[in-house]
């Protein structure tokens, strides 16, 4: 298997900062010696959501949803002047970078741009790979408690009034509390809660174009998963306990969304015949 992160994209150092924004993550656009991206590093956020967007991103690419090109970095302390990091004999630190795509569209929360969406079998993938990542930061299950973060939604065009839709933002995933004590609750990830369907994605998933993505999780391969898991760099939290239990509630919460998402969203729950193939 060969991971994503840097695969296409792999930046060596940030020439210079163009424009900070107010974010949880301290989200940074910067130059470096291969081009604009988007950088997040030490943040209020901590480096779990770091550890998170990389998880996030790297899981969205092997369930098979498109994703920017990404990649870690290492940054120099300097960029970043107020921030209070454990190592501080180190004079740098370990980023996370996306390319930025020209022409890039935030969904309006609107159907138009779902219309126009070439690869509309990702509208369901992102309801499944959300729900699996219980990821509340872009569609949680209760209206009342999470709002829609459209920004977390992103088209690309490809060819005239044509978009792909994209798995964008993954730093709040799994939890809402610490990641690294969560995952060994004994109840961690036991729910039936439906993550990522905004009303309007609705008429757009279906039994047919959701299948595939269920079938990915229902085969899932362990040692894929562990290869994920293992790239999370230790100075963002990372460590070998962790990253067993990690592997382990991953693979246990694929069997119990293949077994319960079907039941929770459509009415023909019974096509999901995993005899098949």
Not at 41 to 70: V, Y
Not at 253 to 277: M, T, Y
Request: aromatic share 10%; with cysteine.
């Amino acid at each position: 298997m060969v991971l994503r992160c840097g695969s296409k994209w792999r930046p060596n150092n940030v020439t210079r900062c163009v424009e900070r924004y107010p974010t949880s993550t301290n989200v940074s656009f910067v130059d470096t010696d291969q081009g604009l991206g988007f950088l997040k590093g030490p943040s209020p956020a901590g480096d779990q959501a770091l550890a998170c967007e990389l998880l996030g991103t790297e899981l969205a690419g092997w369930i098979g949803l498109p994703t920017f090109d990404f990649s870690t970095i290492t940054i120099n302390r300097d960029l970043y002047p107020d921030s209070i990091q454990n190592d501080l004999e180190s004079p740098f630190l370990t980023g996370y970078i996306t390319k930025n795509e020209k022409e890039l569209m935030i969904w309006d929360g609107h159907s138009e741009i779902l219309e126009l969406t070439k690869n509309r079998e990702c509208i369901s993938g992102l309801v499944v790979f959300d729900t699996w990542i219980m990821n509340f930061d872009r569609c949680g299950p209760d209206p009342n408690i999470h709002e829609i973060k459209r920004d977390n939604y992103a088209f690309v065009p490809v060819g005239r009034r044509k978009y792909n839709i994209l798995a964008i933002d993954h730093t709040h995933i799994l939890t809402e509390g610490d990641l690294w004590l969560d995952i060994f609750d004994p109840e961690f990830a036991i729910t039936d809660d439906i993550y990522g369907l905004p009303e309007a994605f609705k008429p757009y998933v279906n039994h047919r174009s959701a299948k595939p993505f269920l079938e990915k999780l229902r085969n899932i391969d362990v040692d894929e998963i562990s290869e994920i898991v293992r790239s999370i760099p230790a100075n963002w939290g990372n460590t070998g306990a962790r990253t067993e239990k990690l592997i382990e509630c991953l693979c246990n919460r694929a069997q119990h969304v293949v077994e319960n998402l079907p039941g929770k969203i459509f009415d023909d729950a019974d096509l999901f015949d995993w005899k098949e193939g």
